[in-house]
């Protein structure tokens, strides 16, 4: 290909390259790729560019999840394979960083991570639209009969304004603002928008950066993924309204390193830690607005006093070097304080009980407060086809008051643990304007959703846990204060109905689909595959 004796004797920066037609989020992956060649080029390395998986949340079938494992694992043996003395990871979509940073978890190679940045806000009658909490709310309005097709028809042209990731606090946007607040990125590149020319000296910076690792061999993420770093990733999220799959990715990155998440630091965060983030789906404004008001940093500042100040980043700093730099933005209030938050409560909380024994999340603060402590009757979905089937079919029995429960939907359930778990209200109670109501699952939910939703209820049903014995008529009881999720069964009948589950059905019959069903682990273990986690 021409190179040069010079050119091929320097420090090797490889550049994965995830652009794809099928991945909009990803749409301006050549640009920053050429700027973070350009750094290297600057600093007198030489950039490789090589192609990975890429997946994008709405084209990949039959989820994204179920391929996350698949491109962690393509990226660390490409990363491995071949010659680079650092890497450049390149991701944005939802699954994208955290099968980055597994795989470079996993690698001995030093890695930094740019992510491809929010999209610009879209504009309705007025109103700021952005994908995809307002999918969501418009989706809503016009299955209650609000807005009609014309209306439905502007708000999908408007919705994805421009490329790059969803504009709300979805997952992908909490990822990216946890691997800055872990120290694995630049400052500010978690939320500088896709569009915007900071986006593209940051990759020229990172550029220069992963030349500078290259040299100096280090430090790999393994490195800096510390306690004290993960500690910090939990702090953010709490603070600032984030995704609940951001805990199943934490999960596998930490399994990657031999430690798992500390599921009582998260929850004992999200008591001491408040939202701060006023941004949707738990506020009301889009990653433009964060980004403005300071970004991660800025909330790092807010949070200080929660922080371990002398975690490493990858450029060199501590976190609390990185807080002392912040220059406060006048007058914004995207950002709360500690002291006058926007929610007292944190984001997340986890939950145990008889239905949840190894333990389920909320997203609180998106949460109905009158739902957040509530008995009901249960309204049992077998799986996806099932609730797609019957949850608008009007001979349907169901009241407000009752609880949703959707199953087989799980990491082997579905398989690949679909984004399933906001469970439509429905047709019938949205037209009497119900708008929020408990509901229960093994799945995921997508980070920009809300409500009062309860997710990754471990083990699943597929995986005969207790999930797969709820009927429909049983009470289920939910209480967020108490942290607990039960089924209100005697005990004699649980186990009965425990004891009577059939066996499991075996793994798929060949290819992925085989190697994914006999070794993906469930949500607690952030559905890994158990052969990629750390051994030691
Ligand atoms: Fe890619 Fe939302 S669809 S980030």
Redesign the pocket.
């Known amino acids: 290909m021409g190179y040069s004796d010079d050119a091929l004797d320097r420090p090797i920066v490889g550049i994965a390259n995830t652009y794809s037609d099928y991945?909009?989020?990803h749409g301006n992956v050549p640009q920053l790729i050429e700027a973070a060649k350009r750094g290297v080029l600057l600093s007198g390395a030489l950039p490789m560019v090589f192609p990975t998986i890429s997946i994008?949340?709405?084209f990949a079938s039959p989820t994204s999840m179920y391929l996350r494992n698949l491109m962690a694992m393509e990226t660390e043996e490409m990363i491995r394979a071949q010659p680079m003395d650092s890497v450049v990871l390149i991701g944005?979509?939802?699954k994208t960083l955290p099968a980055q940073i597994m795989a470079a978890a996993s690698s001995e190679i030093p890695a930094v991570f740019l992510p491809t940045g929010p999209m610009a806000v879209g504009h309705h009658k007025g109103e700021r639209l952005g994908?995809?909490t307002d999918c969501r709310r418009f989706w809503g309005r016009y299955r209650a009969g609000e807005i009609d097709d014309a209306e439905i028809g502007e708000v999908n042209d408007r919705l994805a304004s421009s490329v790059?990731?969803?504009t709300v606090m979805?997952?992908?946007?909490t990822m990216a603002n946890l691997t800055e607040a872990m120290g694995l990125s630049l400052p500010r590149s978690g939320s500088a928008p896709a569009v915007e020319a900071e986006r593209v000296r940051l990759a020229e910076a990172t550029g220069r950066l992963a030349a500078r690792l290259a040299s100096e061999g280090g430090p790999t993420v393994r490195e800096l993924l510390t306690p004290d770093a993960l500690r910090n990733g939990l702090v953010a999220l709490q603070a600032m309204g984030g995704s609940t799959n951001a805990i199943v990715h934490l999960a596998a990155i930490c399994g990657r390193l031999g430690a798992p998440l500390d599921m009582e630091l998260l929850d004992a965060l999200g008591r001491r830690v408040p939202l701060l983030v006023d941004l949707l789906p738990s506020g009301q404004h889009y990653m433009e607005q964060f980004h403005q008001a300071g970004g991660v940093p800025a909330l790092l500042k807010a949070v200080r006093s929660e922080l371990a100040l002398g975690a490493r980043t990858i450029d060199g700093r501590s976190i609390g070097e990185i807080v002392d730099a912040v220059v406060d933005e006048p007058g914004q209030t995207i950002i709360r304080t500690l002291e006058a938050p926007l929610k007292p409560i944190g984001t997340l909380a986890v939950l145990k009980g008889n239905l949840a024994p190894r333990g389920a999340v909320i997203k609180q603060s998106a949460a109905s407060k009158p739902l957040m402590q509530h008995t009901g009757r249960a309204v049992v979905f077998e799986d996806v086809e099932d609730l797609a089937r019957r949850i608008d079919c009007e001979e349907l029995e169901v009241a407000a008051d009752d609880v949703l429960v959707l199953r087989n939907a799980g990491p082997k359930g579905a398989p690949g643990m679909p984004e399933a778990g906001y469970l439509p209200i429905p047709r019938k109670l949205a037209r009497q304007g119900v708008k929020d109501m408990v509901r229960i699952s093994d799945a995921r939910m997508?980070g920009?959703a809300f409500g009062t939703v309860v997710l990754h209820i471990a083990p699943e049903a597929a995986d005969n846990g207790p999930l797969a014995i709820v009927r429909t008529g049983d009470r289920i009881t939910l209480d967020v204060p108490g942290r607990t999720i039960s089924l209100d069964i005697a005990e004699e009948e649980f186990a009965a109905r425990m004891a009577a589950l059939p066996p499991r059905p075996g793994p798929g019959p060949r290819g992925y689909a085989r190697l994914y069903q006999e070794h993906v682990l469930q949500a607690d273990e952030g559905a890994d595959f158990d052969f990629l986690r750390d051994p030691s």
């Open positions: 991945n909009p989020c994008h949340e709405s944005g979509c939802d994908a995809c790059g990731t969803c979805g997952t992908a946007s997508s920009t």
